[in-house]
């Protein structure tokens, strides 16, 4: 099996950070791309950030120059570094990866994590 965990989503007010991980295990040969997505209450979900193997990105319009997104191959871990927090970030915060494992290859969802921007 392959699974996705993440952690690191909370409370925060505006202009603070948060960041959140998302690990992925199981019998995993390899990762090709990672990204985060985010879900708001009536709204579909949006990608946030993306990162390939190479380590290439893109960003949605409304997180760029605050958001950073990251990975660690050793640790099968994609991160993202929150910053600059706005109340429109609020949602539900999803990782998704790609993996190459055989015949469990394909994408795989977190669980999401909350974050929540209020003062």
């Known amino acids: 099996q392959v699974q996705l965990v993440e952690s690191g989503g909370g409370l925060v007010q505006p202009g603070g950070s948060l960041r959140l991980s998302c690990a992925a295990s199981?019998?995993?040969?390899?990762?090709?791309?990672m990204g985060w997505y985010r879900q708001a209450p009536g709204k579909q979900r949006e990608l946030v950030a993306a990162i390939t193997s190479g380590g290439s990105t893109n960003y949605a319009d409304s997180v760029k120059g605050r958001f950073t997104i990251s990975r660690d191959n050793a640790k099968n871990t994609v991160y993202l570094q929150m910053n600059s927090l706005k109340p429109e970030d609020t949602a539900v915060y999803y990782c998704?990866?790609?993996?190459?494992?055989?015949?469990?290859?394909?994408?795989?969802w977190g669980q999401g994590t909350q974050v929540t921007v209020s003062s």
């Open positions: 998704n990866v790609g993996v190459v494992a055989g015949y469990l290859s394909g994408n795989y």
């Open positions: 199981g019998s995993i040969f390899s990762i090709y791309a």
